[in-house]
């Protein structure tokens, strides 16, 4: 089993900025792929970004494109979303998600492991 656990949330006002972390831990081998995906009530959860193990790849979504940065250390096994220029539209329970597939997946079934998730709120 693989455990994902975020941080980093919290509140924060338009044009602020947060990093948040997820810290993994158990099987190591198959984490090759790790991503954000972010889920505002009522809505489907939908991908932030993604970037493959060797951080040669990176995807973004278009809504944060330019506004987001997504990173990882591999040594210490953590994966970080720097998001600057938050929006109020930005709010959202944000998720990591690790799966054993080679190539960044925009999609919630290209990743087999998830953290419980990080509260963002932003007000305008």
């Known amino acids: 089993q693989v455990q994902l656990v975020e941080s980093g949330g919290g509140l924060v006002q338009a044009g602020g900025s947060l990093r948040l972390s997820c810290t993994a831990s158990g099987r190591t081998a198959i984490r090759v792929a790790m991503g954000w995906f972010r889920q505002a009530p009522g809505k489907e959860r939908e991908f932030v970004a993604g970037?493959?193990?060797?951080?040669?790849?990176?995807s973004y979504a278009d809504s944060v494109k330019g506004r987001f940065t997504i990173s990882r250390d591999n040594a210490q096994n953590t994966v970080y979303l720097q998001m600057n220029n938050l929006k109020p539209e930005d709010t959202a329970v944000y998720y990591c998600a690790a799966g054993s597939n080679v190539a960044v997946s925009t999609t919630p079934r290209g990743y087999e492991y998830w953290g419980r998730g990080t509260q963002v709120t932003v007000s305008s």
């Open positions: 970037i493959r193990r060797s951080s040669d790849t990176v």
